[in-house]
């Protein structure tokens, strides 16, 4: 008795200790739980638990419209820039390439087949570059006054070639040779020495290439019907006589690359263009001020969320004295926060430089395309995480979700079998068939197959020169569409359609549970408002209570 009453103090301090530990420990969870369940909440749940506007969610509406209608205004002036190169292109086939039909032959623009037409197509070049101020429609002009022709012949060194004979003998080391033709030169003397030089007797025995190149100017006005300010324009162009074959046909090439330029001095006397500049330019400021916004809400949104993932973890480890898993960790990382993120980033990038191309200080189009255009698909994609709230819509998440894992594992595997027919197809059909001669255009060829499409015209163009190979194709491309269409194919569909019935399943039977949704399980909305809300648009993302226990996606 005497220990007893001697420890009795101590024991009750302890065990006054231990329940005030006890009740801190239960008010750490019950707070956290609170904060858990809120931050899994949809934005209209949130509403009605804590009168908290959706903010993000209004933004990223605004933000799709406005996205969206830059991206149409942009696409429309790009559109412009597009239709002037390409009409061009075809400007400078007519003007410079002799007999050109209109139509391409092939990947190259026409051919000829004697040394006279040879002659004539090299000449027809620089006196078509003599007389372009007179015979262009368009307004193409010489780069400054010490441009001009550049003619390049490149040819292999002396040797002797006697066909009948079955005789060659011939250095293989090539050499080239070029000279200048100015414009202010085509009409004197001198250019006409030029032009009677040896440099145009050519020996096409060691012939290899012809090359003409030559740089002109060029202001689109049409764009001043868009009510946008003209751009300039300076177009390389590059004519090759290609007769690397020695075939007895010379392939003859028209490259023009366009650059576009700042125009140095120009003067539009319009008001309506420079009022609608200005328009345009500050409704991109808009767009950069709301993908700004968007930018800072989803950054906040993350850090708040791995602060809340770090107070999970570690109240687990306190009273469960286990760590919390890998899966429910990364239920606290929002995926669609990063895309947004990512799509915001894109759009303030690109938006600044549409102003300035707008403003005529840049012309990084391609740029400025590829950055709107992926920023769009990332904000478009993005709606589908507000449609996941809705049970129905939110199937086609969950099936992706479940499935990828299975599909790359899949394609990986599925993918050596078809490299091996890529590199089998090049190998041995390359020679007999215009779709099997490199391996971009054999591997672009299978996947047509692979989805049904040009599959007669396949079999059709193999040239029956040889047997052998005739009779390889008809078992190759009958083994690789058999493999590929009726077993591939349908096992990649069963994966995907497996996932979904196990979706299926799981919303009708209950979804696998994990620590953290056996966490929350038995939390209530104790403390929230649950009162209706008047606003409908509000009400029509209601949830029913049956939903609750479903797995969490971000």
Known sequence: MEISLKYLP???????????????????????????????????EKYRARRQIPWKLALQILKILMVTTQLIFFGLSNQLVVSFKEENTIAFKHLFLKGYSGVDEDDYSCSIYTQQDAYDS???????????????????????????????KQQYKKGAMLPSNDTLNIDVSTETECIFLKPQELDGKKAELKLNSSFFNLEFY?????????????????????????????????ITFNNRAHSGKIKIYLDS?????????????????????????????FVILSCFASLILC??????????????????????????CHADRLEFINGWYVLVIISDVMTIIGSILKMEIKAKNLTSYDVCSILLGTSTLFVWVG???????????????????????KVLRFCCCAGMIYLGYTFCGWIVLGPYHEKFEDLNTVAECLFSLVNGDDMFAT???????????????????YSFISLFIYMILSLFIALITDSYDTIKKYQQSGFPVTDLHEFLKDHGNVGYRKEQTSMPFICCCRRQQSDDNLILIN
């Not at 530990?21 to 609170?34: F, G, H, P, T, V």
């Not at 290439?209 to 003209?230: D, M, N, Y």
């Not at 079999?459 to 491309?477: G, H, N």
């Open 459 to 477: 079999f059709a163009q193999i040239q029956q020169k040889s047997t052998l190979v005739w009779v390889f194709s008809r078992l190759y491309l």
């Open 10 to 44: 101590g024991g009750r301090a302890a065990a006054g200790r231990n329940r005030m530990a006890q009740s801190d420990l239960d008010l750490k969870e019950m707070a956290l739980k609170e904060d858990l369940k809120f931050y899994f909440m949809n934005p209209c």
């Open 299 to 324: 950054t906040r949104s993350i850090v708040l969320a791995l602060r809340l993932q770090k107070r999970f973890v570690n109240f687990f480890l306190e009273k469960y004295k286990r760590h919390v």
């Open 122 to 152: 090299i000449f027809y070049v620089i006196n078509q570059y003599r007389q372009l101020k007179n015979i262009s429609l368009g307004t193409l002009g010489y780069e400054h006054e010490g441009s001009g022709l550049k003619i390049c």
């Open 206 to 238: 060691r012939l290899i290439q012809v090359e003409i190149s030559f740089k002109l100017k060029g202001i689109a006005l049409q764009t001043i019907h868009a009510r946008e300010l003209p751009d300039c324009y300076a177009f390389q162009n590059t």
């Open 257 to 285: 690359d366009t650059d576009i330029q700042e125009c140095k001095d120009w003067h539009v006397f319009s008001s309506v263009l420079q009022k609608n500049t200005q328009y345009i330019l500050v409704f991109d400021g």
């Open 383 to 405: 709606v589908i995480r507000y449609l996941g709230y809705f049970q129905t819509y939110n199937v086609l998440i969950l099936t992706m979700q479940a499935s990828l894992p």
